[in-house]
């Protein structure tokens, strides 16, 4: 069937994994829709799916193959499958073509699928032998790849990749194999990008990226450069950054986030270990002592109540008892806020997945639920030392009648209740009266 663009096919867009892909997948939503397609979140009635693919664990990887049954099964035989994404980039074709992929590409290269994906459409529905495409065969994109994000409306926050890449290689990481060496979007496409979704209503930013510490580095500038520029941009209220390596945190860096009236009192420092031994086999770059000196030196520029919430990766090859309570107590002296804790699972194709003196699977399972629990006690402390103060909260989607909620600079959620009908998006102004799970309850001034 011949159509103008893809307009009215029905594509179901399903994305995996981590912050990156969110917003991979927006872009793709966007640039779908501005050809006519009608995009759902839902593959009921789809005749076309795209899904944005993980492979940072073996779990992602098997959920990912799940998923291509699950799209093959709801756009039928004669539909279209289009996979991109980190899974795909490793993916074997012959393998993704018998899984029921029509249209392959890679972890880059996602700016080019909308182009293909209309090439086919045009096809559709499918008859007998359904096409085949390999876009990982065409020449690699070198530099940065834009993907400019739809407006976000009304949406209080928007996610802004600015970097991809890493070239660490951290021995339980796959993601350097995957997503190549860093590069850095140009300050000038995301200072464009960020005017473009302020007058669109967003007052919040969150610049992301695989090792959004590289920024700059292949294209002269800096991470500190960026947020000075973006500090400027009139009707931005709000600044943040993304999961940023412990390494990153320079004096330059902290200056320009000290000087800056917009970045929010919160930084997410992934620790993975309190243990040098452990930290040393991870090949994490940074000892427990420069992790705790890191945070300090970020308390002295940003405040003592920043917020800094951490990634554990508790059951590493080698971790006894003693290196996991090296952990628990570098957890306690630092005073992390929000802890999210991952079970070491081996990534094969990763160096870790070869290492000795894996902790049985139950120890593992132990350690995770007590650094949890840890990861609990200390959120609920931090989230107590607001009591009685009085934050602007910037409103989101009400959760029931009456309630409201929002996050704090310091990105806590708070709630509150009130008979004044608040839009998302408005900031208001409350009084810390108690806390529960991390959570702030207050009332209205
Ligand atoms: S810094 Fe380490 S954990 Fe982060 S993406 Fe690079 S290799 Fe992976």
């Known amino acids: 069937m011949d159509r103008a663009g893809l307009k009215g096919l029905k594509v179901w867009v399903h994305v995996l994994g981590c912050r990156s892909n969110l917003c991979e997948g927006d872009f793709l939503t966007g640039a779908l829709e501005a050809r006519g397609a009608s995009v759902s979140r839902e593959p009921e009635g789809a005749e076309a799916a795209v899904l944005v693919t993980c492979a940072v664990t073996a779990e992602a990887e098997r959920k990912c193959r799940q998923l291509v049954h699950r799209a093959r099964r709801a756009v039928g035989d004669r539909g279209l499958v289009a996979v991109c994404g980190c899974w795909a980039q490793a993916a074997d074709s012959g393998d993704a073509r018998k899984l029921g992929v029509d249209l392959l590409v890679g972890s880059r290269g996602k700016s080019r699928l909308p182009d293909a994906l209309e090439a086919m459409a045009n096809r559709l ?68 990008e960020v005017r473009r979704l302020v007058e669109g209503g967003c007052r919040e930013v969150v610049l992301t990226g695989i090792h959004l510490g590289t920024y700059g580095r292949d294209t002269d500038s800096s991470l500190a450069e960026l947020i000075r520029v973006l500090s400027g941009v009139e009707g931005l209220e709000r600044l943040r950054l993304g999961s940023l390596e412990p390494f990153s945190l320079d004096e330059a860096l902290l200056d320009a986030l000290e000087e800056s009236p917009v970045f929010c009192p919160h930084l997410h420092l992934p620790l993975q270990s309190g243990d040098d031994g452990i930290l040393s086999l991870m090949r994490r770059g940074y000892t427990a002592e420069e992790f705790a000196r890191v945070c300090g030196a970020a308390r002295a520029h940003l405040g003592d109540d920043l ?139």
């Open 125 to 192: 529905p499918f008859d007998g032998e359904r096409p085949f495409q390999d876009l990982r065969t065409l020449p690699p994109i070198e530099g940065w790849e834009e993907m400019p994000l739809r407006d976000t409306g009304l949406h209080t926050r928007a996610f802004v990749k600015v970097q991809d890449g890493c070239a660490h290689f951290c021995t339980y990481c796959i993601i350097p194999f995957l997503r190549g060496r860093p590069v850095s979007r140009p300050v000038e496409n995301v200072l464009a």
């Open 307 to 445: 917020h800094i919430s951490s990634d554990i990766l508790v059951g590493f090859p080698g971790e006894d008892e003693a290196a996991f309570q090296n952990t628990l107590s570098l957890m306690h002296r630092v005073c992390l806020g929000r802890v999210h804790v991952f079970p070491f699972s081996p990534r094969p194709g990763t160096a870790a997945a070869q290492m000795p003196d894996r902790p049985a699977p139950e120890v593992r399972d132990d350690r995770a639920a007590r650094a949890l629990a840890l990861g609990r006690e200390l959120l609920e402390k931090y989230a107590e030392s607001f009591i009685d103060r009085e934050l602007d909260v910037l409103s989101e989607e009400p959760e029931q009648e009456g309630w409201y909620r929002g996050h704090i600079p310091h990105f806590l959620e708070a709630r509150w209740d009130t008979e004044e009908n608040v839009e998302p998006n408005e900031t208001v102004r409350i009084r810390v009266r108690s806390v529960s799970g991390g959570r702030l309850e207050g009332v209205t001034l």
